[in-house]
């Protein structure tokens, strides 16, 4: 079994400053890790995901996130936010092997401030 | 544009009524993913079909709920009887496994039950 801990439920942020949102998991067996993002009243869209190869993935939007395994960790960054980033994220592991059943943490609301 | 389809968005009901909630995956894909979004608990997942087969339903209580695909392009999640606690968003999500490790999200089903 898996599980996802997002450290921050809030972050505020003012425009073009850089984030970081926390993310760590846990898992018996080695993991695909993913990052999604929810606007208001909108379903859950993909940012980025990692497989495997290198440890720093780049996704949509500007977005990239670092794999650490000695640390179980997963932070999504972004060095210059925009208004419309505002919007809440989710971080989700699925176990290798174990179809595309993803298991979510609470999420982080990124709240962009002028 | 290929994406995964649930209907209605918004639902109403009152307690003790039937809801039926459903979701049309994207051609092709051959899993399916029930999830619930509330505030308390965040996403769960339900219930999880592979080529149309109950994988995993042990997120769903039994008692009230049931989720089937009654063909390859139609899964359905039915409540008998809605009770308050079942408010929620209700979020369909399709893959292809395997091999393709991503899971598309709908739109989301909105559910209050008064």
């Known amino acids: 079994a898996q599980s996802v801990t997002q450290l921050d439920s809030q972050v505020p942020v003012f425009e073009e400053a850089p984030v970081e949102l926390r993310c760590n998991y846990s898992?018996?067996?080695?993991?695909?890790l993913f990052w999604y993002v929810q606007y208001p009243n909108q379903g859950l869209q993909l940012l980025l995901k990692y497989l495997s190869g290198s440890t720093l993935v780049k996704g949509i939007n500007g977005f990239e996130a670092e794999f650490n395994k000695s640390q179980t960790s997963f932070h999504l960054r972004k060095p210059s936010v925009h208004i419309s980033d505002t919007a809440e994220y989710f971080c989700a592991v699925s176990g290798i092997g174990g179809g595309n059943k993803l298991t979510f943490g609470t999420g982080t609301q990124l709240k962009v401030e002028l | 544009d290929a994406r995964v389809t649930q209907t209605p968005r918004d639902k109403v009901t009152e307690m003790g009524q039937e809801v039926t909630m459903r979701c049309q995956p994207i051609l092709g894909h051959n899993t399916v993913f029930w999830y619930r979004q509330t505030m308390m608990q965040g996403l769960e997942l339900l219930a999880y079909f592979r080529n149309r087969a109950p994988l995993d339903d042990s997120g769903m209580p039994k008692d009230r709920f049931s989720a089937e695909m009654p063909d390859a392009t139609l899964a359905t999640l039915k409540i008998q009887p809605s009770e308050p606690r079942d408010s929620a968003v209700y979020f369909c999500?399709?893959?292809?496994?395997?091999?393709?490790?991503?899971?598309?999200f709908g739109q989301g089903t909105r559910l209050t039950v008064v």
């Open positions: 999500a399709s893959g292809l496994a395997p091999g393709d490790t991503e899971a598309f």
């Open positions: 898992s018996s067996v080695s993991v695909y």
